[in-house]
C-alpha cells in the first residue's frame, strides 16, 4: 500500500494520483462551461450591432450592459484555472490548483446563472413586457438554484446519512 493512501475513501491512490484525477474531473467539468459561456458571451457582443437594439428603453439597456459584463466575468473566471495551470505548471503545486480551480469554478457558474437568468429576463422584458421579464428571471434563478446547487446538496447529504 503506498503510504499517503487515505483509508477511509476506498481507493488506493496516492496524494499525487488523487490531485491528478480531481483535477482531470475539473478540466473536463471546466470545457463544458468555458465552451457555453464563452459562446454567450460572443453573442451578447453582437447585440448592439442589431437594428432593434436602438429601440430598447433605459432600463433594457442597462439590464443588457450588466449581463455582458457579467458574462465577461463567468468567462473570465472560469478560464481562470487553466490559466493558473500554465503559470504554475510543473511546480508541484497540484493540489493547491484543484483547490483554487474549484473555488473559480463554482464562482463563474454562479455568475454563469445570473447571466443565464438575466438574459431569460432581458428577452421576455422585450417580447412580452416588465412582468412577464421579471417572473421569468426570478424563475429561472430558482431553477437554476434548484439544479445545480440545492438538488446535489440535497443528494450529498442523504448519501452521507
Known sequence: MKPDVDPDDGRTESANERAD????????????????????TGFLLTIPFQQRFATLDTYQRNLYLVLVLLAVLATALLLTPVSMHRVLFRRRL????????????????????????????????????????????????????????????????????
Open 21 to 40: 484525477r480531481n483535477w482531470n474531473e475539473l478540466l473536463q467539468e471546466l470545457r463544458v462551461s468555458q465552451t457555453g459561456t464563452q459562446i454567450l
Open 94 to 161: 497540484k493540489p493547491q490548483l484543484v483547490a483554487a480551480g474549484n473555488v473559480f469554478a463554482r464562482t463563474g457558474l454562479f455568475v454563469l446563472a445570473l447571466v443565464l437568468a438575466g438574459g431569460a429576463m432581458l428577452l421576455f422584458d422585450v417580447v412580452l413586457g416588465r412582468t412577464a421579464g421579471r417572473l421569468i428571471g426570478v424563475g429561472a434563478i430558482v431553477l437554476l438554484s434548484a439544479c445545480w446547487w440545492a438538488l446535489p446538496e440535497f443528494i450529498g447529504r442523504r448519501t452521507a446519512r
